[in-house]
Antibody, heavy 115, light 113 residues
């Protein structure tokens, strides 16, 4: 059974960079697209972006140039960096498998942006 | 961006009864070259990540009970639960993956009447 696990700081200072990593188990990270999705408390889902081992990336324009993703095949991990965060970036962040429909999700990590 | 609108926002249904959730996209999600609708449905229970139920508008994900079905094409879609079970209480989201940025509906909260 494919397993994804997010990790990273749960508290980020405004204007700093949010950094999260997703570790994938029981699936090769080289075989799929991988995405990041977030959900503010009690609200809907927002797709952040996706990455493929080929180097292909695509991001939600709503986040401008603040988003970057990377992939580490040797560790079977992919990562998210979101710069210049504000309180509006407070949310549960999920990693998921897929570049279209998302068939496997991590449990999510709560990230709070606060000083 | 393609805007996904679900209705109703909240749906009370008696156990054993049918539940129907609608989703409308602001533009077509039907790709003419392969005749596939790039539309998925997810179920989210409190404290859990979303779970994929349906993709290509009507294909059930492996392990999803047969009481869940999806239908529709183009811009209008429906998720139907044929006989509501207690464990189906959740928020349901539709999702288009026809074009980026991928977008989701606002969610429909399904509850027991």
């Amino acid at each position: 059974q494919v397993h994804l696990q997010e990790s990273g700081p749960g508290l980020v200072t405004p204007s700093q960079t949010l950094s999260l990593t997703c570790t994938v188990s029981d699936a090769s990270i080289s075989s799929y697209y991988w995405s990041w999705i977030r959900q503010p408390a009690g609200k809907g889902l927002e797709w952040i972006g996706r990455i493929h081992v080929s180097g292909s990336t695509e991001y939600n324009p709503s986040l401008g140039s603040r988003v970057t993703t990377s992939i580490n095949t040797s560790r079977n991990q992919f990562s998210l960096k979101l710069s210049s965060v504000t309180a509006a970036d407070t949310a549960i962040y999920y990693c998921a498998r897929g570049g279209g429909q998302f068939d496997h999700w991590g449990q999510g990590v709560q990230v709070i942006v606060s000083s | 961006d393609i805007v996904m609108t679900q209705f109703p926002d909240s749906l009370p249904v008696s156990l054993g009864e049918r539940a129907t959730i609608s989703c409308k996209s602001s533009q077509t999600v039907l790709y003419s070259s392969n005749n596939k609708n790039y539309l998925a449905w997810y179920q989210q229970k409190p404290g859990q990540p979303p779970k994929l139920l349906i993709y290509w508008a009507s294909t059930r994900e492996s392990g999803v009970p047969a009481r869940f079905s999806g239908s529709g094409s183009g811009t209008d879609f429906t998720l139907t639960i044929s006989s509501l079970q207690a464990e189906d209480v959740a928020v349901y989201f539709c999702h288009q993956y026809y074009s980026t940025p991928f977008t989701f509906g606002q969610g429909t909260k399904l509850e027991i009447k």
